[in-house]
């Protein structure tokens, strides 16, 4: 079993900043590509930021120059840095990977966490 397990959403006003974590744990043998991805009610789900095993970064650009994202590799935890929140960054938040385990690589998801920007 593997499990991506988030933390730090919350309800933050516009201008504030909010730190999510994802941490995956399990029976895990490499890690490849972790991301944040997002959903607005009524909305898909979106792209927010990607990292690689190596540090290669790409961000949607809604969110570029306002939100970092990185990774330990050791602890197999992702993060994201996020500034000068907006609301319309309000959202609910997933964290994302590519995990290898015994028997091949899958997608996992994280159970999401919320994050509400006011005005």
């Known amino acids: 079993q593997v499990q991506l397990v988030e933390s730090g959403g919350g309800l933050v006003q516009a201008g504030g900043s909010l730190r999510l974590s994802c941490a995956a744990s399990?029976?895990?043998?490499?890690?490849?590509?972790m991301g944040w991805y997002r959903q607005a009610p009524g909305k898909q789900r979106e792209l927010v930021a990607t990292?690689?095993?190596?540090?290669?970064?790409t961000y949607a650009d809604s969110v570029k120059g306002r939100f970092t994202i990185s990774r330990d590799n050791f602890k197999n935890t992702v993060y994201l840095e996020m500034n000068s929140l907006k609301p319309e960054d309000t959202a609910v938040y997933y964290c994302?990977?590519?995990?290898?385990?015994?028997?091949?690589?899958?997608?996992?998801w994280g159970q999401g966490t919320q994050v509400t920007v006011s005005s």
């Open positions: 399990g029976n895990i043998f490499s890690v490849y590509t």
């Open positions: 994302n990977a590519a995990i290898r385990r015994l028997g091949g690589i899958g997608n996992y």
């Open positions: 990292i690689t095993s190596a540090g290669s970064t």
